[in-house]
T-cell receptor, first 116, second 110 residues
Framework: GAVVSQHPSWVICKSGTSVKIECRSL??????MFWYRQFPKQSLMLMAT?????????EQGVEKDKFLINHASLTLSTLTVTSAHPEDSSFYIC????????????FGPGTRLLVL | KNEVEQSPQNLTAQEGEFITINCSYS?????LHWLQQHPGGGIVSLFM???GKKKHGRLIATINIQEKHSSLHITASHPRDSAVYIC????????????FGKGTHLIIQP
């Protein structure tokens, strides 16, 4: 089946630093990638939809200047958490859709971020 | 705002039991996903359906579009089925991202 990787799998950083998370589709081209966030004991929440070659679409309440998304190629999307704060500590998961319409989504293994 | 409600929130059963997890949603959707999340956090997509019924091994998923309801069944449950099962919907009208339920924490005891 289709494989999506994320790197790093976990990261600990100091408050105020920026953290970049990569999401790659390994064996298919993904015109659309999605970024989700999950706080402890809560459901996953869509943060943004990323289309290759265009600006990401952010969900209400997600700061686009804080969570920078770049989808420069059909196999790679990156999420950069800028000036991270402890409240940004969460589990970040990406998914990729080969069809471009989100009907089939393959999930990455997730990245645990802890901001001290 | 679409709400995705799952029940039960927690379920503990004995190995071999037939398991049913329910999902209800409040607005029109174009597709519904059942996902499995293991303790490490990784998510596996089990089913995507927009009508009827799908079966994969011991797992069966059904959806009733008119009633806005879906069920996930596990037959002959096994301890390795222990995980969080999440219902997620893709709204109609071109929105692609998923809206998730809170998940059902399933424990199968040997």
């Amino acid at each position: 089946g289709a494989v999506v990787s994320q790197h790093p799998s976990w990261v600990i950083c100091k408050s105020g630093t920026s953290v970049k998370i990569e999401c790659r589709s390994l064996d298919f081209q993904a015109t659309t990638m999605f970024w989700y966030r999950q706080f402890p004991k809560q459901s996953l929440m869509l943060m943004a939809t990323s289309n290759e070659g265009s600006k990401a679409t952010y969900e209400q309440g997600v700061e686009k200047d804080k969570f920078l998304i770049n989808h420069a190629s059909l196999t790679l999307s990156t999420l950069t958490v800028t000036s991270a704060h402890p409240e940004d500590s969460s589990f970040y998961i990406c998914s990729a859709s080969p069809s471009g319409r989100g009907e089939t989504q393959y999930f990455g293994p997730g990245t645990r971020l802890l901001v001290l | 705002k679409n709400e995705v409600e799952q029940s039960p929130q927690n379920l503990t059963a004995q190995e071999g039991e037939f398991i049913t997890i329910n999902c209800s949603y409040s607005v029109g959707i174009s597709a519904l996903h059942w996902l499995q999340q293991h303790p490490g956090g990784g998510i596996v997509s089990l089913f995507m359906l927009s009508s009827g019924k799908k079966k994969h091994g011991r797992l069966i998923a059904t959806i009733n579009i008119q009633e806005k309801h879906s069920s996930l069944h596990i037959t002959a449950s096994h301890p390795r089925d222990s995980a969080v099962y999440i219902c997620a919907v893709r709204l109609g009208g071109g929105a692609d991202g998923l809206t998730f339920g809170k998940g059902t924490h399933l424990i199968i005891q040997p």
